[in-house]
């Protein structure tokens, strides 16, 4: 197996659910750093999805270009092709953090090119996308995100949403570190009861719980995982309750719990609070700081290690074979791929590719 097929992605999820485990979301920005991230699932014997954000799908598309849905669609057929020679894993395509004010130029449009391909009988280039409605009312992000279902619905794709706020700063957006950045029980039973919980299409839902995009020292972030736990039990209450219509009689949730949930800001977080999150449903957590330092910190020590022979200097000629962007290009991949072993070991993925 190798790009997941709609059904197989819902596979994917299902295994992690049950099996209390998630996969590494891992951002890419080029095709480098998309091999490093195959190169790391593979290694690891993981599933995993790959990912590219509003910043990262422009880039993808040259700096002359800088279209997102070019970027996207870039991404998406370098990682089909690529991804043949990856057989014992699966691995899933997904667009992050898409905002109100990017949908119409990214999201819609590439949800309505996936929908014509399942029309004609094909499969969607994407396996799920993201909308970001953490900057507008939570009655607004949800009457955004139901008509985003339906779409995805029709394109064979999962939506995330993302509740709450997310701190720090990604793609140029801040969000301050402060109270907001925690969703509460109540806004997952309004979740729940705007979206259903499955019946209407396959979502998965990022609450935040002090989560903030970035690396920071310790201290100034303060994770709750267990607030996580707490708007799982809230809402398997609310179905039993009748307070969620429209999940009536879907009480067998897997672990008993409603939400397949997205741990953002995923970077920088130790290890006992991952496993936390990933105990209350996390079946997706995002990474993008740390391996984005992992590769750029192999190419600085390439270039420190060798500084005579990377560089011109007193009129010598350097050292092609360290300069070439292909001796620092291979250090960089498997760098960062050393960085998505660990993350998958970390989110107990390792050695569980689906057969």
Known sequence: MTIATPERYAEMLDAARRGGYAYPAINVTSTQTLNAALQGFAEAESDGIIQV?????????????????????????????????????????????????????????????????????????????????STVPLAENLDIAEELLDKSVKAHT????????VGGEEDGHRAAINEKLYSTPADGVKVAQR??????????????????????????????????????????????????ASAAGMVDFPNGKPFALVFHGGSGSAPEEIAEAVRYGVVKMNIDTDTQYAFTRAVAGHMFSHYDAV???????????????????????????????????????AGRALK
């Open 53 to 133: 954000s509003v910043g990262g799908s422009a880039y993808f598309s040259g700096q002359s270009v800088n279209d997102r849905v070019t970027g996207s669609l870039a991404f998406a057929a370098f990682a089909h092709e690529v991804a043949k020679r990856y057989p014992n894993i699966t691995v899933a395509l997904h667009t992050d953090h898409c905002a109100k004010q990017y949908l119409d130029e990214w999201v819609r449009p590439l949800l309505a090119h996936e929908a014509d391909e399942v029309a004609r009988g094909h499969e969607p280039t994407f396996q799920s996308h993201m909308w970001d409605g």
């Open 158 to 165: 999962v939506l995330e949403i993302e509740i709450g706020t």
């Open 195 to 244: 979206l259903g919980l499955g019946e209407r299409g396959r979502y998965m839902a990022a609450f935040t719980f002090g989560n903030v995009h970035g690396a920071y020292k310790p201290g100034v972030v303060k994770l709750r995982p267990d607030l996580l736990g707490e708007i799982q039990r809230e809402v398997a209450t609310a179905v039993v309750d009748g307070r969620v």
């Open 311 to 349: 560089l011109k200097i007193d009129g010598e000629v350097g050292q092609k074979k360290y300069y070439d962007p292909r001796s620092w290009g291979r250090e960089a991949e498997s760098a960062m791929a050393a960085r998505v072993v660990e993350a998958c070991r970390e989110l107990g993925s």
